[in-house]
């Protein structure tokens, strides 16, 4: 069974930094793709960055260039969100997903940041930026 669980959300001020986690299990990890997205209250749920497992390639949405960094463990089976310079609109619940590279589509997945082409997602963890 694929499991995705995220950890390391809290309160944070704004200038401030916060790691992400995300544990997997019951899958290769070096065969999928695997993104972080957010979801702020009212509003649609929202790629960060995305990372394949199998050449650390990774993409980055324009609010988070710069600021935030994707990175796998591959030991661990684990991607990292590394948070920094955070702001008040960074406030959301984060999440990650998996989608297979081979077989699957997580090329396109992890290129474009579509959440829908993610096929397996944890339940998310809050980060809320206050000032």
């Known amino acids: 069974e694929v499991q995705l669980v995220e950890s390391g959300g809290g309160l944070v001020q704004t200038g401030g930094s916060l790691r992400l986690s995300c544990a997997t299990s019951?899958?290769?990890?070096?065969?999928?793709?695997v993104g972080w997205f957010r979801q702020a209250p009212g509003k649609g749920r929202e790629g960060v960055c995305t990372?394949?497992?199998?050449?650390?390639?990774?993409h980055y949405a324009d609010p988070t260039k710069g600021r935030f960094t994707c990175s796998s463990d591959n030991a661990k089976n684990t991607v990292y969100l590394q948070m920094n310079s955070l702001k008040l609109e960074d406030t959301a619940v984060y999440f990650c997903?998996?989608?297979?590279?081979?077989?699957?589509?997580?090329?396109?997945?992890?290129?474009?940041?579509?959440?829908?082409?993610?096929?397996?997602w944890g339940r998310g963890t809050q980060v809320t930026v206050a000032s």
């Open positions: 997903a998996a989608e297979p590279l081979f077989g699957g589509r997580g090329y396109e997945a992890s290129a474009t940041m579509t959440a829908p082409l993610f096929g397996y």
């Open positions: 990372i394949n497992n199998d050449d650390y390639t990774t």
């Open positions: 019951g899958f290769t990890f070096d065969d999928y793709a």
